[in-house]
Nanobody, 123 residues
Framework: QLQASGGGLVQAGGSLSLSCAASGFTFSVHNMGWFRQTPGKEREFVAAISWGGANTYYTDSVKGRFTISRDNDKKTVYLQMNSLEPEDTAVYYC??????????????????WGQGTLVTVSS
């Protein structure tokens, strides 16, 4: 089970920090990802981190603004979002993959999903 939190309303240029707490599975062996979705659009990749935290990946639109990290002792993955833009408005989902060797930026390899947390950025 994954429980995401930290969403809310923020003005453009502001910051938010999302958290995703895991339970019920061995968190430390799974690559983790953050995805987002807006109404009428497909869920899209935002960021991912390898099981040990050594490797991170970002979609181009958030590079330099978002930072993904994890704490395996706390079984939690984070997404620090800075310089937020109205285009970042979406429901954000965390996900754990199927213990793949390679970190994926697509949805299919991810088997556990959180319930989503809404981020709204006002202009």
């Amino acid at each position: 089970q994954l429980q995401a939190s930290g969403g809310g309303l923020v003005q453009a240029g502001g910051s938010l920090s999302l958290s995703c707490a895991a339970s019920g599975f061995t968190f430390s062996v799974h690559n983790m990802g953050w995805f987002r979705q807006t109404p009428g659009k497909e869920r899209e990749f935002v960021a991912a981190i390898s099981w040990g935290g050594a490797n991170t990946y970002y979609t181009d639109s958030v590079k330099g603004r978002f930072t993904i990290s994890r704490d395996n002792d706390k079984k939690t993955v984070y997404l620090q979002m800075n310089s937020l833009e109205p285009e970042d408005t979406a429901v954000y989902y965390c996900a754990a993959d199927r213990q793949s060797k390679r970190v994926s930026t697509t949805l299919q390899p991810y088997e556990y999903w959180g319930q989503g947390t809404l981020v709204t950025v006002s202009s």
